[in-house]
């Protein structure tokens, strides 16, 4: 991939005493939107030394401004099928192979395209409060507890009120939230932000990028197209 000029190394290290390896791939992919918001493209190379750990190649792509990140190759089409498709597992028939990286990387730069014509939609369309408030309900589930005791359906309002609050914060002074402020791409980034860097402030656990945080990101993307349109 280096050879063919499709993407130079950022950054290579090892983790874990060097049990696993990785290499940071910048491509030549990448768009900008009005007032210089930058999104860049790249492609994580992870290799394991640890049983049961794949062989990962991982694409990604990161709006300069804040370093926050969505898997834009994996969000538009069937993930479990295109996940597996960047995972090498130590075995015979899944080992590692440069035409399954290619192919990842092919489907990583149709995502991104589609990712970026939705980027330029989301900025061009204006989002009232009363919008933002039922996009953060929406996307958080955000729901009152219908049945339950009184202190319970409380205790419910009041985490609901205080996510609700955070949000609408971080909507307001995320990175970049000048670029496009009062647009539906700054609420879809004010979950991004949240989910890669708010919600892991203050504590000792190590960020995750999956889990409920990926797909979380996944949906603010899909409801905010949604909501916009």
Not at 53 to 80: E, H
Request: overall charge positive; hydrophobic content about 40%; some cysteine.
């Amino acid at each position: 991939l280096i050879d063919a000029g499709f993407c130079v190394i950022n950054t290579a290290g090892t983790l874990f005493g060097g049990r696993r390896c990785f290499v940071l791939l910048k491509t030549k992919e990448g768009f900008q939107l009005p007032g210089g918001d930058d999104t860049e493209g790249y492609i994580v190379v992870q290799i394991s030394h640890e049983y049961g750990i794949a062989d990962l190649v991982l694409p990604t792509a990161t709006r300069v401004v804040c370093n926050n990140t969505l898997q834009v190759a994996l969000g538009a089409a069937d993930k479990k099928g295109k996940m597996d498709a960047g995972k090498f597992v130590h075995r015979a028939k899944t080992a590692f192979s440069v035409d399954k990286a290619q192919a990842l990387i092919e489907a990583y730069r149709s995502g991104l395209g589609e990712y970026a014509e939705q980027a330029k939609f989301l900025t061009t369309k204006r989002a009232t409060i009363e919008q933002t408030r039922a996009y953060i309900n929406k996307v958080f589930k955000l729901e009152e507890l219908k049945n339950g005791t009184g202190d319970e359906i409380a205790k419910r309002r009041e985490h609901n009120a205080k996510v609700l609050q955070k949000l609408l914060t971080t909507v307001e002074t995320q990175p970049g939230a000048a670029l496009s402020a009062g647009s539906w791409w700054s609420n879809f980034h004010a979950v991004t932000y949240h989910e890669d860097h708010g919600r892991w402030a203050d504590k000792e656990a190590p960020v995750r990028f999956d889990g409920v945080g990926a797909e979380r990101k996944k949906s603010a993307l899909k409801v905010a197209l949604e909501m916009a349109s």
